[in-house]
């Protein structure tokens, strides 16, 4: 395959060349792309350099696949050109995620929404790829009513200059603030742009992807998202309810056999899942696993992943793997 990545000087650019090099993707070229200033850059890639290209330059090569990360105003005017040629687009923007015609897809929960077709594939939010991971097996046994999920989300979620503030508020230098407020040693309530209903954008971005994702349109669901001074991973605390009974020990069996998911839930021994045991890790973990003994049918889980990995880079290239797989390129 030939591969772009498109943002491969940023984070989670950086982890999708990680992930396609570890995953052994058939990459026969790799094109890493970027913005203007960083023409000149390189990035090494199985210990060769390679220069980094702009997007009209990329856009005249012969590719196969472009993995998106370079936000949603340059995914909205680049991604379209990159179809219209026959590039599959793998879009880890917000750009496409709620538009009708393109397919909004975890691997584990709905990967039967990609077809040949369909050249822009959108990459869901990280905080909603997890949950839904989680969430879809239990729904297919025991038939899921309603979600209540609080987020605990890194600082990496929001790029490198969040982390180099948390560092500096640790170091006492004075820096370029990213976060209204100071991040080290305090949580905000605060992710992405403020809504008129008085959600953010964030909240509003797990609401309607899990509703897609999933294929429940009328599912009831509510979120609040914090952003904590942590790196590694975004945590959740997700209540359920289900219309069938359910069980500790249905669900710790439904999930053993789900794909992608590691059980860590051993309060005896201080064991369930954190940020930073996820760090670096493609699974989700489930722990903290408890009947919600105030409403019939409900269960409390806690669910931890790393945003940069399966919340992001993991994901693309797990649907890239699966146009390769379905032989939708030739």
């Not at 952003?227 to 710790?252: D, L, M, Q, Y």
């Amino acid at each position: 395959m030939r591969v772009a990545v498109v943002g491969a000087t940023g984070l989670v650019g950086g982890k999708m060349l990680e992930v396609l090099n570890e995953r052994n993707f058939p990459v026969e070229q790799l094109i890493p792309v970027a913005s203007e200033r960083s023409i000149g850059k390189s990035i090494v890639w199985k210990g060769q350099s390679i220069p980094v290209v702009t997007l009209q330059q990329a856009l005249e090569m012969p590719l196969d696949i472009a993995l998106f990360s370079a936000g949603g105003s340059t995914s909205l005017e680049w991604a379209p050109k990159f179809a219209e040629k026959g590039i599959f687009v793998i879009d880890n923007s917000s750009a496409w995620r709620m538009d009708e015609s393109v397919p909004l897809v975890v691997p584990e929960v709905n990967a039967h929404a990609l077809i040949s077709s369909h050249k822009i594939i959108a990459n869901p939010n990280c905080s909603t790829i997890q949950m839904v991971v989680a969430l879809k097996p239990l729904h297919d046994e025991f038939e899921l009513e309603r979600v209540i999920v609080s987020t605990y989300q890194s600082v990496t979620g929001t790029g490198q200059k969040a982390v180099d503030q948390m560092n500096n508020e640790r170091a006492g230098i004075d820096g370029t603030m990213v976060y209204p407020y100071k991040i080290d040693l305090n949580v905000l309530p605060h992710i992405d742009v403020f809504q008129e209903n008085g959600y953010t954008k964030e909240e509003m971005k797990m609401i309607l992807e899990t509703r897609k994702i999933m294929e429940l349109p009328n599912l009831k669901i509510t979120a609040t998202t914090v952003r904590v001074p942590t790196i590694g991973g975004h945590s959740e605390s997700i209540n359920a309810s289900f219309r069938k009974h359910i069980s500790v020990s249905g669900v710790k069996n439904c999930l053993s056999k789900a794909p992608g998911i590691i059980i860590t839930d051993n309060p005896e021994k201080l064991e369930y899942p954190m940020p930073i045991t996820a760090h670096n890790r493609d699974e989700v973990f489930v722990g903290r696993i408890r009947i919600d003994e105030s409403a019939d049918n409900s269960i409390n889980l806690w669910v931890v992943a790393d945003n940069l990995r399966k919340g992001a880079a993991t994901n693309a290239v797990q649907i890239a793997e699966i146009i390769a797989n379905k032989g939708f390129i030739s």
